[in-house]
């Protein structure tokens, strides 16, 4: 199976920054993806890494590392709307676009 | 576009009925995705299907739960006499496969079993 690893939780203040980190070891890597997803929503796509290298998208930033199995999620000037929950998800092959998720990171953002 | 819609929202059942999901994916998407998600919980994979082929099942896919997508648009899930433990949101996603190939998701059929 494919192991996707995240914290659980993380609370910050509203304004500030905060990093959530994902480690993956999966059979192939074809693909790095971060999703929101809201309490009894869908989940909603946020970013895509496939090569090295910070990817920036106004308030939130992507950064992947192949050779360590590593991202991070950057969530700049955190605003209440931002509290929900993080998936790290990971395409595996390059002909099925499937993912495999991570459990998510339940981020809650105080004033 | 209206994006991936799935009926019912919600739906509660007892042990031991049948249950079916629908999902209408974006239409000019011919990739097609079944996930469960229990509390807490990532999605899980369950199947796929490229157009009207189903391409690959999950383990996590007993012989109780079956999907179809007949004419390559929209597709249906099955759970035959379910259990206690099938409670999950069912989401659907959909993809054309592009570059990026992100999935677009549904907001999910949430089932309950008592």
């Given at each position: 199976g494919q192991n996707i690893d995240q914290p659980t939780e993380m609370t910050a203040t509203e304004g500030a920054i905060v990093q959530i980190n994902c480690t993956y070891q999966t059979s192939g890597f074809n693909g790095l993806f971060w999703y929101q997803q809201h309490a009894g929503e869908a989940p909603t796509f946020l970013s895509y890494n496939v090569l090295d290298g910070l990817e920036e998208k106004g308030r939130f930033s992507s950064f992947l590392s192949r050779s360590k199995g590593y991202s991070y999620l950057l969530l700049k000037?955190?605003?209440?709307?931002?509290s929900a929950s993080y998936l790290c998800a990971v395409?595996?092959?390059?002909?099925?676009?499937k993912l495999s998720f991570g459990a998510g990171t339940t981020v809650t953002v105080r004033a | 576009d209206t994006g991936v819609s799935q009926d019912p929202r919600h739906k509660i059942t007892k042990r031991g009925q049948n249950v079916t999901f629908r999902c209408d994916p974006?239409?000019?998407?011919?990739r097609l995705y079944w996930y469960r998600q229990t509390l807490g919980q990532g999605p899980e994979f369950l199947t796929y299907f490229q157009n009207e082929a189903q391409l690959e099942k999950s383990r996590l896919l007993s012989d109780r739960f079956s999907a179809e997508r007949p004419k390559g648009s929209f597709s249906t899930l099955e759970i035959q006499r379910t259990e206690q433990g099938d409670s999950a949101m069912y989401l659907c996603a959909s993809t054309f496969?592009?570059?990026?190939?992100e999935l677009f998701f549904g907001e999910g059929s949430r089932l309950t079993v008592l």
């Open positions: 000037e955190l605003q209440m709307k931002d395409r595996v092959r390059s002909n099925d676009y | 974006i239409s000019e998407h011919n496969g592009s570059n990026t190939g």
